[in-house]
Every structure is written in structure tokens, then in C-alpha cells.
């Protein structure tokens, strides 16, 4: 499976943004996309995921009310839109893809075995 995001900018503080991620190959053997971020001198950590086939999504607290995952399985992409944006949103955003069971847990990098290169998303004040 290759993943490509892209969508990101510059953008002033309470903006929106919307991050895209296609993915192509053998994307039947994921069953859920995920989106994670990293800033300088941080771990990566989760944002958001969402599983193909339901539609069933997570978020981190936060992110939660104020960034939307979303799918369009036609087109093999998934969506961030991302609204009333801070600076400490600034960061790499990443999308990921994984073959998941329902149960586990999808805020886990570990459970993702497919990345996409990243796409910078900077957030002035």
C-alpha cells in the first residue's frame, strides 16, 4: 500500500485546513486509515483514525470537536479536516494504514504498517 498526504500549509491561528491521503496498491489488505502528527522534539502521537468498511472513527482528546476524519472509499482517500486551529497544532501530519482488528486498539503507531511521507501543516499565532 502507498499513502500520500498532502493538504498542508501555513495557516493563522483559528483557521482551517484539510489534509487528503490517497492510497493505492493493495489497499484491501487495510481495514483502517489513521492520521498521526509530530512536532520538533516530540514523539509522534495519534490524532485521528476512522476504518473503512464502517466508518467508525477516534479521536484524541485533543483534537476531539474540532478535527473531522472522514473516507471516501470510491476514491481510496481519507480526509482530515481540521477547523479552529492553535499553534500547538503545528506539527508533520502523517497518514498511516493498517490491517486492524475492530477490537484493538487504533491509537497505536504500532498497529500501522503503512506510512505516507507527511505533510507540514504550520499554524502561526
Known amino acids: 500500500v502507498q499513502l500520500q498526504a498532502y493538504g498542508g500549509g501555513l495557516v493563522q491561528a483559528g483557521g482551517s485546513l484539510r489534509l487528503s491521503c490517497g492510497a493505492s496498491?493493495?489497499?484491501?489488505?487495510?481495514?483502517?486509515m489513521g492520521w498521526f502528527r509530530q512536532s520538533p522534539g516530540k514523539e509522534r502521537e495519534f490524532v485521528a483514525a476512522?476504518?473503512?468498511?464502517?466508518?467508525?472513527?477516534v479521536y484524541s482528546k485533543s483534537v476531539k470537536a474540532r478535527f473531522t476524519i472522514s473516507r471516501d472509499n470510491a476514491k481510496n482517500t481519507v480526509y482530515l479536516q481540521m477547523i479552529s486551529l492553535k499553534p500547538e497544532d503545528t506539527a508533520v501530519y502523517y497518514c498511516?494504514?493498517?490491517?486492524?482488528?475492530?477490537?484493538?486498539?487504533?491509537?497505536?503507531?504500532?498497529?500501522?504498517?503503512?506510512w505516507g511521507q507527511g505533510t507540514q501543516v504550520t499554524v502561526s499565532s
Open positions: 496498491g493493495r489497499t484491501f489488505s487495510s481495514s483502517a
Open positions: 498511516a494504514a493498517g490491517d486492524i482488528n475492530y477490537w484493538s486498539d487504533h491509537t497505536s503507531a504500532a498497529q500501522y504498517d503503512y
Open positions: 476512522i476504518r473503512w468498511s464502517s466508518g467508525n472513527t
